[in-house]
Nanobody, 124 residues
């Protein structure tokens, strides 16, 4: 139900835009998020956006470099990755939940639906 795309190989300092399409006409009912998992590490929160798009949340490590947005008319959430660093290398996953509460929005276990992941590799 969630399909992520847009990953690839980029040099440090470069940019990518990830996309995740989901759910069809009920998309606007879901809080959407991006997580990532680097080799040998646990999956970690990257960014989230509430159903209306009015509020966004970021991990400290990406704040000011990444931007999450959504287009409810296109049933798609985006993650713009700028000023990429080698430590941003990971598989990026989109996630969704229809009943998210703010205090849980950074927690992996709070999301019911997950995409298959898209690889982002940043070379130095």
């Amino acid at each position: 139900q969630l399909q992520a795309s847009g990953g690839g190989l980029v040099q440090a300092g470069g940019s990518l835009r990830l996309s995740c399409s989901a759910f069809g006409r009920t998309f606007s009912m879901y809080t959407m998020a991006w997580f990532r998992q680097a080799p040998g590490k646990e999956r970690e929160f990257v960014a989230a956006i509430v159903r209306s798009g009015a509020r966004t949340y970021y991990a400290d490590s990406v704040k000011g470099r990444f931007t999450i947005s959504r287009d409810n008319a296109k049933n798609t959430v985006y993650l713009q990755l700028n000023s990429l660093k080698p430590e941003d290398t990971a598989v990026y996953y989109c996630a969704a939940d229809p009943s998210m509460i703010t205090s849980q929005i950074r927690r992996e276990v709070a999301y019911d639906y997950w995409g298959q992941g898209t690889q982002v590799t940043v070379s130095s």
